[in-house]
């Protein structure tokens, strides 16, 4: 599918996955000094400052700005940031929160009434399998409580998902920018609440340059520069060619960990990602070959079966 797009395209693609999954390891950098709730607080502040006196206010409820924003901001992050320092290594991180594609077609079926599809089933099958293999090897890359956590924030996504589609269709920039505003204060109580000034001021303090490099990746990197290209890309292909790429943010994830972080990559850790990116594969896939094969037949009634 990528081969239908023009290589410059591809290669824009290719960089918003590689930035999105390389996330982990430079959430994990910039843990080395920062507690979680403070990391993820300073995230959506400078998703905010300055890019909200730029940007538009999006054309809808601001129920649905302060939903995202909590949801993504103190659900998702929060509940990540805090798997990632300590509970469950980056690389693995970046294959389980993937499960929001489950979630989100639950949640689907849930509030709107979609059926589910035979599709959908083998991939949730296969997803879980792998998730049970994750599960079955606790050791010192994952813990149960790391797992949990980050299967949480994989909720926490989807249900941000079903606010954003309840929107309709918006500029996923200014959406992100406008619904920060309501990921700050929730974030701010809470580490004020569980972390302790001292060790916010102690974190802060401590702060280098690569750290403050990792709240920038974070703010402009993976949420306005990835949101902004991600959205190009999609107004100007059909979203069955683009969304497949998204398959490789758990592979950018996993080898970032591995090749900078020295994560080690035994083969249970490999059958676990093969199966949930499978998973994934057919879920993402399966919708747009059965759509070529109908194409192919209806162009051609020999070949429709019989």
């Known amino acids: 599918m990528p081969g239908a797009l023009p290589l410059p395209h591809i290669l824009l693609a290719l960089a918003v996955v590689a930035v999105w999954g390389t996330n982990f390891v430079v959430i994990?950098?910039?843990?080395?000094?920062?507690?979680p709730l403070t990391f993820a607080t300073l995230r959506f502040a400078f998703a905010v400052v300055p890019a909200i006196a730029f940007v538009k206010r999006p054309a809808v409820p601001w129920r649905h700005l302060a939903a995202y924003g909590v949801l993504i901001g103190a659900g998702q992050f929060g509940l990540l940031f805090i798997a990632i320092n300590g509970f469950?290594?980056?690389?693995?991180?970046?294959?389980?929160?993937?499960?929001?594609?489950?979630f989100t077609i639950g949640l689907s079926m849930a509030l709107n009434g979609e059926r589910v599809r035979l599709y959908q089933v083998v991939a949730?099958?296969?997803?879980?399998?792998?998730?049970?293999v994750i599960a079955s090897h606790v050791d010192a890359s994952?813990?149960?409580?790391?797992?949990?956590?980050?299967?949480?924030?994989?909720?926490?996504?989807?249900?941000?998902?079903?606010?954003?589609?309840?929107?309709?269709?918006?500029?996923?920039?200014?959406y992100v920018v406008w619904s920060s505003l309501f990921a700050v204060p929730p974030l701010v109580a809470l580490s004020l609440a569980f972390e302790g000034?001292?060790?916010i001021a102690h974190g802060l303090a401590a702060a280098g340059p690569e750290t403050w490099a990792a709240v920038l990746w974070q703010s402009v990197g993976n949420s306005l520069f990835g949101y902004a290209?991600?959205?190009?890309?999609?107004?100007?292909?059909?979203?069955?060619?683009?969304?497949?790429?998204a398959l490789l943010i758990p592979v950018f994830g996993l080898g970032a960990s591995a090749l900078l972080l020295g994560e080690p990559m035994p083969p249970w850790k490999l059958a676990a990602t093969a199966l949930v990116v499978g998973g994934l594969a057919?879920?993402?896939?399966?919708?747009?070959?059965?759509?070529?094969?109908?194409?192919?037949?209806?162009?051609d009634p020999a070949s429709a079966p019989r």
């Open 28 to 35: 994990r950098v910039g843990l080395s000094h920062l507690p």
């Open 88 to 102: 469950i290594s980056p690389g693995l991180a970046s294959l389980v929160v993937q499960a929001q594609v489950f």
């Open 124 to 132: 949730l099958l296969l997803a879980c399998a792998g998730l049970a």
């Open 142 to 174: 994952t813990t149960p409580l790391g797992l949990g956590l980050v299967l949480l924030a994989a909720a926490c996504w989807a249900a941000g998902n079903m606010v954003a589609k309840a929107s309709g269709r918006v500029n996923m920039v200014a």
């Open 197 to 199: 000034w001292p060790a």
């Open 229 to 245: 290209a991600w959205g190009w890309l999609l107004a100007r292909h059909p979203a069955a060619t683009i969304t497949p790429m």
């Open 282 to 299: 057919i879920g993402l896939l399966w919708p747009r070959l059965s759509g070529l094969r109908e194409g192919r037949a209806a162009a």
